[in-house]
């Protein structure tokens, strides 16, 4: 249902046609896609440093209206990353920083429930198990 409308709003495509993998890791540009999709971004700007995206590379316009709103930053000066998979603490950062420009931020008693909600999903260390059952 969720992913419905974020495809109808074409702020997720899937992979190819009729073809979505919810199992794959997501990409660094894969993200900055559904961010500037979602927030509407389209900053415009010169020049971007990074060797690893090119003017026809499909992610290009989106990398690049990231980077000028500053919202994202690369893996080095000059390489954005493209094709690496993005950490959850890279994607907290960047949706932060992209609600920030869009002028979009929970409200105080949001972030009290947020909070709160964390506190009461964390478990205990050894109820954690790796796909071959071995706890760590």
Request: proline residues 3%; contains cysteine.
């Amino acid at each position: 249902e969720y992913i419905q409308a974020l495809f109808e709003k074409g702020i997720v495509k899937g992979k190819g046609q009729r073809l979505f993998c919810p199992g794959d890791a997501v990409t660094r540009e894969e993200f900055v896609k559904m961010i500037t999709e979602a927030y509407s971004l389209n900053v415009v700007g010169n020049d971007m440093a990074f060797e690893d995206v090119g003017e026809d590379d499909w992610f290009f316009p989106y990398v690049k209206s990231a980077y000028y709103a500053g919202i994202i930053n690369g893996v080095s000066e000059t390489c954005f990353g493209a094709g690496q998979p993005i950490t959850r603490q890279e994607m907290a950062v960047i949706a932060d920083r992209a609600s920030y420009v869009a002028g979009v931020g929970l409200t105080e008693s949001a972030e009290k429930t947020v909070f709160a909600e964390r506190k009461s999903m964390i478990m205990p260390r050894k109820r954690w198990r790796n796909c071959k059952g071995r706890r760590f």
